[in-house]
């Protein structure tokens, strides 16, 4: 059952747009890019916290909620509460997942483009600025620095909204039950190195660098749904109910490679964060710190025209 939850969650969760498939070089002026890529999304701390919270039974809860067994009381149902809120809050930061994204850039001037992406649930837009290399304008002028025909440098800034709801009707009925609320907004900022193959990457490139995540979330939970899964009041049973806003930092790194010819690209990529998701209030019965690394495994198709 756990193997087929952690599957269904894989493959359905929505979360904030952090892969990084952009080359130094920002897309020439007047130019279009548009792609689409497979995205993963593993971290090692939801892992952990998503397998503590199954091994109390979700339906247990459900059957509490609806009447058709007792109401928890004491250390016991306590500890069902926190095991569970544990599960749906981490889940919700950082999710176990793979989807698809799609994106499109346009190269609105010399050293800028624009670009927008759809990825499972979540839009994001952002803007690049090229540094480093050629830009190849029609008046033959190069970029702020210009290290040679072969090497682009890029610095982006990128923001992204998500409203989250649990991606399998099982959990869903888990957070329905706890009247959870979740939203995050997201500023990434991206530099990116690239090393072009071909002259103004004819036959694409291979980039890395390095990311800087600012996630700014707010989360709750509905005070008469938690107490209804109760015998005695939430006072008696020294229960406090969390609602805050917080924000989460996550340092990272990435390497992509992009390779075709002129028009069509494949890219694989390889985002590496670093995240301290800080202490959290359970309800009063425990603080629980969350802190791991997500891996973000991409590969995709791109297009240009």
Same mark, same amino acid.
């Given at each position: 059952?756990?193997?087929?939850?952690?599957?269904?969650?894989?493959?359905?969760?929505?979360?904030?747009?952090?892969?990084?498939?952009?080359?130094?070089?920002? @897309?020439?002026?007047?130019?279009?890019?548009?792609?689409?890529?497979?995205?993963?999304?593993?971290?090692?701390?939801?892992?952990?916290?998503?397998?503590?919270?199954? =091994?109390?039974?979700?339906?247990?809860?459900?059957?509490?909620? @609806?009447?058709?067994?007792? =109401?928890?009381?004491?250390?016991?149902?306590? &500890?069902?509460?926190? %095991?569970?809120? *544990?599960?749906?809050?981490?889940?919700?930061?950082?999710?176990?997942?793979?989807?698809?994204?799609?994106?499109?850039?346009?190269?609105?001037?010399?050293?800028?483009?624009? +670009?927008?992406?759809?990825?499972?649930?979540?839009?994001?837009? *952002?803007?690049?600025? &090229?540094?480093? +290399?050629?830009?190849?304008?029609?008046?033959?002028?190069?970029?702020?620095?210009?290290?040679?025909?072969?090497?682009?440098?890029?610095?982006?800034?990128?923001?992204?909204?998500?409203?989250? =709801?649990?991606?399998?009707?099982?959990?869903? %009925?888990? &957070?329905?039950?706890?009247?959870?609320?979740?939203?995050?907004?997201?500023?990434?900022?991206?530099?990116?190195?690239?090393?072009?193959?071909?002259?103004?990457?004819?036959?694409?490139?291979?980039?890395?660098?390095?990311?800087?995540?600012? !996630?700014?979330?707010?989360?709750?939970?509905?005070? *008469?749904?938690?107490?209804?899964?109760?015998?005695?009041?939430?006072?008696?049973?020294?229960?406090?109910?969390?609602?805050? *806003?917080?924000?989460?930092?996550?340092?990272?790194?990435?390497?992509?490679?992009?390779?075709?010819?002129?028009?069509?690209?494949?890219?694989?990529?390889?985002?590496?964060?670093? &995240?301290?998701?800080?202490?959290?209030?359970?309800?009063?019965?425990?603080? =629980?710190?969350?802190?791991?690394?997500?891996?973000?495994?991409?590969?995709?198709?791109? !297009?240009?025209?």
């Amino acid at each position: 059952m756990r193997f087929f939850l952690f599957t269904l969650l894989f493959f359905a969760s929505c979360n904030a747009p952090r892969a990084n498939l952009e080359t130094g070089r920002v @897309t020439p002026r007047g130019k279009f890019t548009v792609g689409a890529d497979m995205r993963g999304n593993i971290p090692t701390e939801t892992v952990s916290a998503l397998y503590d919270g199954l =091994k109390s039974s979700v339906d247990d809860a459900y059957d509490v909620a @609806t009447g058709n067994s007792a =109401k928890w009381t004491g250390e016991t149902g306590r &500890q069902n509460l926190a %095991k569970l809120v *544990d599960a749906l809050v981490i889940f919700s930061m950082d999710p176990l997942a793979w989807g698809f994204d799609f994106r499109a850039r346009y190269g609105f001037y010399d050293n800028f483009d624009l +670009g927008i992406k759809y990825d499972s649930g979540a839009w994001a837009g *952002d803007v690049r600025f &090229q540094f480093m +290399g050629p830009t190849n304008t029609k008046n033959g002028r190069g970029s702020l620095i210009d290290y040679g025909p072969r090497w682009y440098g890029s610095l982006g800034i990128q923001y992204s909204s998500i409203d989250y =709801k649990m991606p399998i009707s099982y959990l869903e %009925k888990l &957070q329905d039950i706890l009247g959870y609320e979740f939203t995050r907004k997201d500023i990434l900022i991206p530099i990116a190195f690239s090393y072009s193959l071909g002259p103004n990457e004819t036959f694409g490139a291979i980039s890395f660098g390095m990311v800087y995540n600012l !996630g700014m979330i707010k989360y709750g939970f509905k005070e *008469d749904m938690i107490a209804e899964l109760f015998e005695r009041s939430l006072e008696e049973e020294g229960i406090t109910v969390p609602s805050e *806003d917080r924000s989460i930092h996550a340092f990272g790194g990435f390497l992509n490679i992009k390779l075709g010819y002129r028009w069509v690209y494949a890219i694989a990529s390889l985002s590496v964060y670093y &995240q301290n998701y800080g202490k959290y209030d359970i309800f009063g019965i425990r603080s =629980k710190h969350f802190s791991g690394l997500t891996f973000i495994p991409t590969l995709g198709l791109m !297009g240009t025209f």
